[in-house]
């Protein structure tokens, strides 16, 4: 059966087989122009890799050089992050600074009563002003969820409200001023004031200013004053004693010079015959001079107490010397105590200082403006912080006008000082060599992946992935007959190893002597000959990075980039020479450039070429086709007619 040939359904001479053996044969210059592409676009992605590698440490190079490198930045640290902490600009000398916290800087926050979830809100135009600033809208009524909504989209950064749950089925409406300080209160008038009385949020109240002062109060050194003031703290406030103080420094008294004595009239003389002769002059001994003994300086702080109507007296805290007027408060629950102040009095025993007082006022915080809080959850307030004792006060937490180019902030209240230390940024530092270190030994990494055909290299690389592995294997030895890197990486390695000149080029001239090296784990000790330590990867030994970044930081930055002719622009250093080195690969028109545009230019032509054999086999293929279509055609054409004579024959000579 296997013999059984069908004519137009199979061939007999098995042509379709035939066909394909011919065109394999013919096909194997377009396959290997094809395994050409894909091994160019296989090595035009590796130039490209190492591109981004040398890229990579170009950049973490020019980091440690350029005009944002670390080595010019500082860092603030504080004895006590939850109590005050800071940043710096580069140009913030270092200094220590001591602060203490005594008041942060709050917003109002009022709380309503709780209320029904399905309280409604009436309509009308709600206004809310915090400081100067006013927000207003209207609201045509609805639930407190809809209000809240409606008065979140018209806030901005001045008032927020939010609803807290705080018992079931219930819910409390929080409104908030968004801005902190003393003068920035927040008041509701119109349906707002309404709302807020409804609520149980606010009640209306007058202002409880009372001034006890007009203009100002000199008191000179030596001698005192005082204030009458008759005022008893209503139950209920949080009362406060106001005063501004400015002092003024008198010049120490000069020392007296001695008594000139009596004074003497000139002695006479006469003259004869032309000889003159003078009378001895006359003479008044003087007593020895003592100078009088200078008057004890007296500096006292302690000028300010209260006296109360039982005849006790308490101090109040220490002022500091200030040219202009400086505000201070004092809380009356704490000092006064319930009892009734009688007046204020300046002590002025200072032999040098003039104190001047105004603006002395008492109030309750909470009762400034047309409302009185009912259920405050934080009042406005500003922040007090002490600098080396010079209390300020300032709207915001955060104080950029202290401290040249320091901005603290305080976060918490404490009655002990916190240190704040202004230094280099030595942890940006370690970071910037680090990622230097780091990118350093990956662009090395490909590089010996690529010029070696040496498996034990992959097996090195403990930090890479199974995935990376397997593509890192398919790389091995692909540029193994290319020159450039090889170069490039012996250029590096000679860099890395070289000595440069610093301010401490006796304890500070090598990389490994910041714990930077091939070898700088072992230190140089025995253990046998160790291949990938030949490879040119660098290790860090951070216990003697840390020691130099704590006390060579100077040495360093010229170790990594300086100028030996005395310019500003660095001329030699690890860092600049690194990027010296890798500059020509990656520039405009640099060396990968030119890898990558000849590889883009080989792969189109290898392109086009497979292309043209496409076409080229496929017009072979056909013609094959049509000529052993015709051979059989003839073949069977024979058939017929051997056929045709064999029954010819059997018909014409039986």
Do not use: C
Not at 592 to 607: D, F, G, H, L, Y
Request: hydrophobic fraction near 35%; proline fraction near 6%.
């Amino acid at each position: 059966m296997s013999d059984i040939f069908v004519p137009g359904i199979s061939s007999r001479f098995n042509t379709q087989q035939m066909v394909e053996g011919l065109m394999n044969i013919e096909r194997i210059p377009r396959d290997r122009a094809e395994r050409n592409v894909e091994r160019l676009s296989n090595e035009r992605e590796y130039w490209q890799d190492v591109g981004r590698r040398i890229t990579a440490l170009r950049d973490s190079s020019r980091q440690l050089f350029g005009f944002q490198n670390p080595f010019s930045d500082r860092a603030v640290r504080s004895s006590d992050d939850m109590v005050i902490t800071g940043t710096a600009v580069r140009e913030a000398p270092e200094q220590e600074r001591s602060f203490t916290v005594r008041q942060l800087a709050q917003s109002d926050r009022f709380l309503s009563q709780p209320l029904d979830v399905d309280f409604q809100v009436e309509a009308g135009t709600f206004r809310f002003t915090v400081g100067d600033e006013e927000v207003s809208f209207d609201f045509r009524g609805g639930t407190l969820r809809e209000f809240t909504d409606a008065l979140n989209r018209r806030g901005g950064d001045l008032v927020r409200a939010s609803l807290i749950t705080v018992r079931p089925g219930t819910t409390s409406l929080l409104i908030e001023s968004r801005v902190t300080g003393e003068e920035n209160r927040l008041n509701f008038s119109g349906a707002a004031l309404t709302l807020g009385e409804q609520t149980g949020m606010v009640a209306r109240a007058n202002d409880s200013r009372r001034n006890f002062s007009d203009g100002i109060l000199s008191v000179n050194a030596g001698s005192s004053s005082e204030i009458p003031i008759n005022f008893q703290a209503p139950p209920g406030g949080n009362w406060i004693l106001q005063l501004d103080v400015s002092t003024a420094l008198r010049p120490e008294a000069a020392i007296p010079s001695p008594p000139p004595g009596p004074s003497i009239p000139q002695a006479g003389s006469i003259s004869h015959g032309g000889i003159v002769i003078q009378n001895y002059p006359s003479t008044v001994p003087l007593p020895p001079w003592t100078p009088p003994q200078q008057p004890q300086r007296v500096d006292n702080m302690g000028v300010l107490s209260i006296s109360f109507s039982d005849g006790t007296r308490q101090e109040l805290p220490l002022i500091s010397d200030s040219a202009g007027f400086n505000a201070y408060r004092f809380d009356l629950s704490v000092f006064a105590q319930g009892r009734t102040i009688v007046s204020l009095n300046v002590t002025n025993n200072n032999t040098h200082r003039d104190i001047s007082l105004q603006n002395v006022q008492i109030f309750d915080p909470a009762a400034l403006g047309g409302v009185r809080p009912l259920n405050a959850v934080s009042t406005a307030q500003d922040a007090i912080v002490a600098m080396e004792g010079i209390e300020v006060r300032r709207p915001t937490n955060e104080i950029d006008d202290l401290v040249p180019g320091v901005t603290i902030t305080a976060r918490g209240v404490s009655d002990r000082p916190v240190r704040l230390f202004v230094e280099p940024d030595r942890e940006g530092v370690k970071t910037a060599i680090i990622n230097f270190v780091g990118n350093y030994n990956r662009l090395m990494a490909e590089i010996n992946i690529l010029t070696r055909n040496d498996p034990r290299i992959l097996d090195e690389l403990t930090y890479l992935t199974r995935d990376e592995r397997e593509e890192m294997r398919q790389r091995l030895g692909a540029f193994s007959g290319d020159t450039t890197l090889n170069q490039l990486r012996n250029s590096l390695m000679r860099i890395v190893s070289s000595p440069f000149p610093t301010s401490d080029e006796q304890n500070l001239a090598l990389l490994a002597q910041i714990g930077i090296g091939t070898d700088v784990r072992r230190g140089g000790a025995g253990g046998g000959f160790d291949a990938s330590r030949m490879r040119g990867y660098l290790e860090i030994d951070e216990r003697v990075l840390d020691a130099a970044i704590a006390n060579q930081l100077p040495a360093m930055r010229q170790l990594f980039a300086s100028n030996t002719l005395g310019e500003i622009l660095p001329n030699t250093g690890v860092a600049f020479l690194v990027d010296s080195q890798l500059r020509p690969f990656v520039e405009t028109g640099g060396i990968i450039s030119q890898k990558t545009s000849n590889m883009n230019s080989r792969i189109a032509q290898e392109t086009r070429r497979v292309e043209t054999m496409d076409r080229q086999l496929a017009i072979r293929e056909a013609d094959l086709r049509r000529q052993y279509s015709m051979m059989e055609s003839a073949f069977e054409r024979m058939e017929r007619m051997s056929t045709s004579l064999d029954r010819f024959s059997q018909q014409n000579f039986r």
